[in-house]
């Protein structure tokens, strides 16, 4: 051997990596004792057999072109594996070449292959696992199937089980096998199970092979028939509820690995956190049916929006039944063009937010459309977390068709009355003009209160065409640029005498000498109207109404506020102040002319404008009305007829 071979032999002789000195045919020229040990080869079989002879055949082709390359002056880094599939040894070489001969250095990375081959395949079961358990159009128990089916696969077992035990029962609630002796629903013996031992020691248990263990005698042996069985028990609320099992008539080849209790594990977590959503929503379920003993639809939903519990309302209402809805996301049911809302209503409620009940559509299984009134309230749990939202759907149909019907009256008597109306209006001008002669004062009394009389009729038929108008949509909106400052300051010329009369101090602030916007100039006078004459309407003598206006740039907004020191609104009834003829209690006893109908007509155009409306008041201190219209200009809306103006 020539010095520098000697030395490296020597070094290497006395560590635990594998060196040896081999021909490029694969003979072995030189070796230490590691390369005997490790390879589980004697030194006479060394001495005989090539390298190519110990190695797995898959490795042969490759390494005789690497062996090549070693020759042509490369050096090489190569694995190797060696033995029998079932106890195969991975070592990892280091290739060079002096004189013509090939040194090879290597060391045995069979754990770490091993390692990497178990973290493989928990990886890929994990991946199997949620793919498994995510899918939003699937429902709970299509989920747990799911999982079962996959632990059979996983595990090489034919027979997956999901027991719930109550009281002295123990039923089979979910479960994946041809034998037929296992179905849905039926209730088992547990003695006469393996489950029996699982739940006497509280913990994971595999056997590998029944007939050559301590459980041979056992009752299930004969009962069941299985050769080799793994479960874990399932914990919901800290108690011990059922099994997660997996079995087989065949004994196991060998034992069950650490990556088969990990998975089994992992199985188990979930399906005892499905028991538990399960068990929660049988009690949701209880109270939804004590609470909506009426046909409305109850729908319980957690925080990702799945749906947790559907009682029969609901089937009636929506068509699903709950074994078909229940797992499913509720976006299912509501149309695109409500999305938006339903979505934002419920995010509002995750925070802890007020929501307030709405109107809205909901989607059936046929794809026919319902209208719903929607009351929404948050799920806590026992540590008053919101976990979830419970829907209260109304159907209103019915109310919808009656308020169409009603607001097509409206309509049609509002039209039929303008004519009649502008008739006395014009033959009252004539009487008091003198045009039919001289009248005395009595007569010219008369007169005036029919005159002003009529005037009212007109006001409120010019309203409740408005209010028919909005509530089918009927109703355009045409922007062109306009001075806001104007039309706020023709609104209060008009109410001059009123202001004069009550001695009230109008203030005017406004963020510029001229504030020119893209509005609907009828649309325009009628927000800026109706704020500013129910202000001077409801403010005392003396008291003081301030009109601001201004570009909010940094909010992207106009503004329009109106505040004042009047009467203010019952915080009892302020969640009524935009219905349709709503008017405050208080303000009743002092003025009993006025429809109700002003800030009812307020609301919808600006939100139809894509603006809002906010208020804030006080009883007895005041009010301040806040109208925020976007910077951009009013959103333009066809097909419909003006607003009719209306005079204060």
Not at 364 to 374: I, P, Q
Request: proline share 3%; net charge negative.
């Amino acid at each position: 051997m020539p010095e520098d071979q000697a030395h490296i032999a020597n070094f290497l002789g006395s560590t635990k990596d594998l060196f040896c000195v081999i021909t490029v045919d694969g003979h072995f020229s030189y070796f230490t004792d590691s390369v005997s040990e490790i390879l589980k080869v004697s030194r006479e079989d060394l001495a005989t057999k090539t390298i190519f002879d110990l190695m797995s055949p898959l490795d042969v082709g490759r390494t005789r072109e690497e062996l090549q390359l070693v020759v042509e002056g490369n050096s090489v880094t190569l694995d190797n594996r060696f033995g029998p599939e079932e106890d195969t040894v991975w070592i990892s070489w280091n290739l060079f070449a002096i004189d013509n001969a090939i040194y090879a250095i290597g060391r045995n990375m069979t754990e770490v292959h091993t390692d990497r081959q178990t973290l493989e395949v928990a990886q890929n079961r994990l991946r199997l696992l949620h793919q498994a358990t995510s899918d939003p159009n699937q429902t709970l128990g299509e989920k747990i199937e799911r999982v079962l089916n996959l632990g059979n696969l996983q595990l090489n077992m034919e027979t997956a089980v999901v027991t719930y035990m109550k009281d002295d029962t123990y039923t089979i609630v979910r479960c994946k096998t041809e034998d037929p002796r296992f179905e849905k629903g039926k209730e088992l013996d547990v003695k006469q199970t393996f489950d029996s031992v699982v739940l006497q020691v509280g913990n994971l248990v595999g056997i590998q092979d029944v007939k050559n263990s301590v459980y041979d005698e056992h009752p299930a042996h004969g009962v069941t028939k299985f050769e080799s069985y793994i479960a874990i028990p399932l914990y919901v609320d800290g108690e011990i509820s059922g099994v997660l099992s997996f079995a087989s008539k065949r004994a196991q080849p060998e034992d069950f690995a650490v990556t088969d209790y990990d998975f089994v594990r992992l199985m188990g977590q979930w399906v005892s956190s499905s028991l538990a959503l399960l068990s929660a929503n049988k009690q949701i379920a209880y109270t939804a049916a004590i609470v909506g003993s009426s046909e409305d639809a109850i729908i319980g939903q957690d925080k990702e929006g799945l749906i947790t519990t559907w009682n029969k309302g609901a089937e009636k209402l929506l068509q699903y039944s709950a074994d078909e809805i229940i797992g499913k996301h509720f976006s299912l049911l509501v149309p695109e063009a409500k999305k938006e809302v339903a979505d934002d209503t419920l995010r509002k409620l995750l925070k802890g937010e007020n929501v307030e009940h709405y109107d809205s559509l909901r989607r059936k299984k046929d794809g026919s459309l319902v209208d719903v009134s929607v009351a929404i309230s948050p799920i806590h749990d026992e540590e008053k977390e919101i976990v979830g939202a419970s829907s209260v759907l109304r159907d209103i149909t019915r109310e919808k068709q009656i308020d169409k019907a009603k607001t097509e009256f409206v309509s049609l008597a509002s039209h039929q009355l303008r004519t009649p109306l502008s008739a006395i209006n014009w033959y009252a001008e004539l009487l008091r003009d003198g045009e039919a002669g001289k009248m005395t004062k009595q007569q010219k009394e008369f007169v005036d209160e029919i005159f002003v009389g009529n005037q009212r009729m007109v006001k409120l038929v010019n309203e409740l065409l408005n209010v028919s108008r909005v509530d089918f949509g009927n109703f355009s909106i045409d922007p062109i640029k306009v001075d806001v400052l104007d039309v706020s300051h023709s609104v209060i010329k008009e109410l001059v005498p009123v202001i004069t009369k009550k001695k009230l101090n109008v203030e005017e602030k406004y963020g510029a000498k001229q504030i020119m916007y893209l509005a609907d100039p009828n649309i325009l006078r009628i927000v800026i109207q109706n704020l500013v004459s129910n202000a001077v309407k409801y403010t005392p003598d003396k008291g003081k109404v301030i009109v601001k206006i201004e570009e909010k740039k940094k909010e992207n907004s106009l503004l329009i506020e109106v505040s004042d020191t009047g009467y203010g609104i019952p915080k009892e009834q302020q969640d009524q102040i935009f219905s349709k003829l709503f008017r405050a209690d208080n303000v009743l006893e002092m003025d009993t002319v006025g429809t109700g109908l002003g800030l009812y007509v307020l609301k919808s155009v600006v939100e139809e404008s894509g603006g809002s409306v906010s208020f804030e008041s006080v009883e007895n201190e005041g009010t301040t009305f806040t109208v925020l219209l976007p910077l951009g200009g009013m959103k333009p809306k066809e097909g419909g007829k003006s607003l009719s103006q209306v005079t204060p």
